[in-house]
Structure formats: structure tokens, C-alpha cells
């Protein structure tokens, strides 16, 4: 199975910007649909945004919808997360998920997962 690694977190105003990377390892890349998903203290993980497999279609849950771009790169077995415009509420640890199932944006929906990499958004 695939193995994940998250890093690019840290502490950040309100209106500047972030790149969250994962970097896999183990099972064949390309074939996964990769994700990203968000815990914040106190709160159930929450679906971020999703690449399937092909790499032509994704998923943003609507909080972040304008803001926050997934991108893969399967020579480099990676998967990154832009984020612009960050605010206070994105304020969460963030999670990056493998998964072969049709659907990709329901937490289900993923096997794999990485460790996590903390955001902060302070105001």
C-alpha cells in the first residue's frame, strides 16, 4: 500500500498564501485518486479538495472553492495543495489521503492516510 508524508505547514497570516506537499511512496501512483482533508481542534476530519486518478478531474469542498488548488505530479509521486487567501477558519491539521474507489471526495473513500502537517491562520 501507499505511504504518505505531509509537509509544508506552519504559521501564517490572514490573506497570504501556503503550499501544502505530500510525498508517497510504495504502490503505483498514478493509479490512486488523492486527497486532502482537515481536522481542526475539537472538530470532525472534513473533506478539503480531491484529484482522481487521471488527474482531469477535482473536488473542492465550497469553503475553499477560489481559493485552494490540488495539483499531482506522478513523476515525483506528489501531491500539492495551494492555498490562497487563507483565513482564521482554515486553522487546522491537514491530511493528505490515497484511495481507489469511484467516488474520492468522502473520507470513506480513502485508505491511505499521511500523519498530518499543522496550519495556523492567525488574524
Known amino acids: 500500500q501507499v505511504q504518505l508524508v505531509e509537509s509544508g505547514g506552519g504559521l501564517v497570516q490572514a490573506g497570504e498564501s501556503l503550499r501544502l506537499s505530500c510525498t508517497a511512496s510504495g504502490g503505483t501512483f498514478s493509479s490512486y485518486n488523492l486527497g486532502w482533508f482537515r481536522q481542526a481542534p475539537g472538530k470532525e476530519r472534513e473533506f478539503v479538495a480531491a484529484?482522481?486518478?487521471?488527474?482531469?478531474?477535482?473536488y473542492y469542498a465550497d469553503s475553499v472553492k477560489g481559493r485552494f488548488t490540488i495539483s499531482r505530479d506522478n513523476a515525483k509521486n506528489t501531491v500539492s495543495l495551494q492555498m490562497n487567501s487563507l483565513k482564521p477558519e482554515d486553522t487546522a491539521a491537514y491530511y493528505c489521503?490515497?484511495?481507489?474507489?469511484?467516488?474520492?471526495?468522502?473520507?470513506?473513500?480513502?485508505?491511505?492516510w499521511g500523519q498530518g502537517t499543522h496550519v495556523t491562520v492567525s488574524k
Open positions: 484529484i482522481r486518478w487521471s488527474g482531469g478531474i477535482t
Open positions: 489521503a490515497a484511495g481507489t474507489n469511484n467516488y474520492f471526495t468522502r473520507l470513506r473513500d480513502f485508505s491511505s
